[in-house]
């Protein structure tokens, strides 16, 4: 009888734009894979994962609310979910599935529970109150459901492993794979380059925290020193997000000279081979799949030196890195690549390289599988 995994993600079009690649290994594997998250994209998203073979389960996930009621319903319908399908493993996706998830997982006993830290996100990026209140909640919960030799994790980048294991998570429950991968025969470089003006390109949700008005600021410096340059913007704000940019903010920075603000792209294949640079001066990543993808056509990067980005950017190899909240340096950095072809071209080689040894989607689902059955012998071994 096939192994049931229950992968659990708080909205449905994350996961097929995330998660996709390492379902598929897992049923190929020969796991029944469940997925259980909100389902919010409408029914074209529901028919393309269960013409996969994989099973959809409701959840009232509330992106962004903090009410008890609302983390009450979910965790009780979590709660509800595991009892009636005992899923052998239950991988969960981002701090919130981790945070209710996981504890909804005490209470089911599956035999193994993954936890995939993709980011510590907005929460650890600031000082408030509130945030340091659930900083402690956080740290409490992952302490909590650690404790079982069954729960491992999965953290894309050395900066979160180091957390975990600063958190009293033992190192060996603690497991890097590089985010989710990447189609490297769908993501490929154009051929032949482009002709100016460079196109400059950010790809990620509207967010302060992605450092879009740094971004806004730098290249505005840049168009001054004459550079013969357009800034792509494509993305949206995300309301349930609190580091959310607002429609009009967005409205404002699409009416300056030469920045093109297209909202959700679909065909993001053809964005990145249609540009000449990629740029994501975020404040802290997981592991950035937008780089990811620009990497794999080939681009030059232009990332801030912090957790995620730093782990693909490797500076003056395949891009340059800048300091986070610094609009003169990032800047620079893009002036020195729009006049530079060779430089463009050789950090552009360097960056499909990478995706080529162990960073594209068939490696991370193999590595991924990998640790399905690692846990699975666990707890065998303490049954």
Same mark, same amino acid.
């Given at each position: 009888?096939?192994?049931? &995994? ?5 909205? !449905?079009?994350?996961? &097929? ?24 994209? /409408? ?22 609310? &903090? ?38 997982? +005490? ?13 510590? /996100? ?16 956080? %740290?409490?919960?992952? %302490? ?59 790809? /990620? ?16 410096? +840049? ?32 009416? %300056? ?61 395949? /891009? ?5 909240? !610094?609009?003169?340096?990032?800047? %620079? ?51």
């Amino acid at each position: 009888m096939s192994k049931k &995994l229950l992968y659990v993600v708080t909205e !449905d079009w994350y996961f &097929l734009s995330h998660r996709l690649p390492m379902a598929r290994a897992a049923r190929d594997a020969g796991f029944a894979v469940h997925v259980a998250c909100r389902l919010s994209s /409408g029914g074209e998203t529901i028919h393309r994962l269960a013409s996969e073979g994989f099973t959809i389960h409701a959840i009232p996930f509330e992106r962004g609310s &903090l009410s008890p009621f609302a983390v009450g319903r979910t965790l009780w319908a979590l709660i509800r979910l595991n009892w009636r399908l005992r899923p052998d493993i239950i991988h969960n996706v981002a701090i919130s599935p981790c945070m209710i998830s996981g504890l909804a997982s +005490l209470f089911s006993r599956p035999k193994a529970v993954v936890q995939a830290i993709t980011g510590l /996100g907005s929460i650890f990026l600031g000082h408030t109150p509130k945030q340091r209140i659930l900083q402690k909640l956080v %740290r409490g919960i992952l %302490r909590l459901v650690a404790r079982r030799p069954t729960t491992q994790h999965i953290v894309q980048n050395e900066d979160d492993a180091a957390f975990l294991q600063q958190l009293g998570i033992a190192a060996a429950q603690v497991h890097i794979i590089a985010g989710s991968g990447v189609d490297s025969a769908l993501f490929i470089p154009a051929s032949p380059p482009l002709a100016p003006p460079i196109i400059i390109t950010f790809v /990620g949700r509207m967010l302060y925290d992605k450092g879009v008005p740094t971004l806004v600021e730098a290249f505005d410096m +840049l168009l001054k020193s004459g550079v013969n340059a357009r800034l792509i913007l494509a993305g949206t704000p995300d309301p349930a997000n609190i580091a959310s940019l607002t429609q009009e903010m967005m409205n404002t920075y699409a009416a %300056r000279p030469h920045i093109e603000w297209r909202g959700h792209v679909k065909t993001i294949a053809a964005l990145w081979q249609a540009s000449h640079i990629a740029v994501l001066p975020s404040r802290r990543e997981g592991f950035p799949k937008s780089l990811l993808e620009a990497a794999a056509c080939g681009l030059p990067m232009v990332a801030t030196d912090v957790p995620g980005c730093r782990a693909l950017v490797k500076n003056g190899e395949n /891009g340059l890195l800048v300091p986070a909240d !610094d609009a003169p340096s990032l800047a %620079r950095a893009l002036e020195v690549l729009c006049k530079d072809e060779a430089l463009r071209t050789k950090f552009g080689a360097a960056a499909r390289h990478a995706v080529e040894n162990g960073l594209d989607d068939v490696s991370i689902g193999q590595q991924t599988v990998a640790l399905y059955k690692k846990t699975l012998l666990i707890h065998s071994n303490n049954g």
